[in-house]
């Protein structure tokens, strides 16, 4: 998901987005920018630090709110894109 809204955000954009996966981490990069996920936390270049959890039932818990799994992708790339 996270590929696929990273290159929706990029038609309107002079940039475009890396999506590199691991065993353990998921690093998405937009110019100087980049965001790194893990099974428990995701980061941020500019510092910022948040809980992370995928749920069995498809959601995703991100900074103690929980999300459909699609909405918290598009979030995560709309913010890295900007």
């Known amino acids: 998901m996270l590929r696929s809204y990273a290159a929706a955000h990029g038609l309107n954009s002079h940039q475009f987005a890396v999506i590199e996966f ?3 981490v998921i690093t ?4 100087s920018k980049w965001v790194r996920i ?3 936390e995701i980061e941020s270049s500019d510092g910022a630090r948040s809980l992370f959890a995928l ?6 818990s ?4 929980i999300d459909e799994m ?3 992708a598009e979030q995560i790339t709309r913010e890295l894109m900007q």
């Open 62 to 65: 991100l900074d103690g709110k």
């Open 28 to 31: 998405a990069r937009a110019g």
């Open 22 to 24: 691991g065993d353990e």
């Open 70 to 72: 699609d909405m918290a």
């Open 55 to 60: 749920n069995e039932n498809g959601t995703v």
């Open 38 to 40: 893990t099974h428990s």
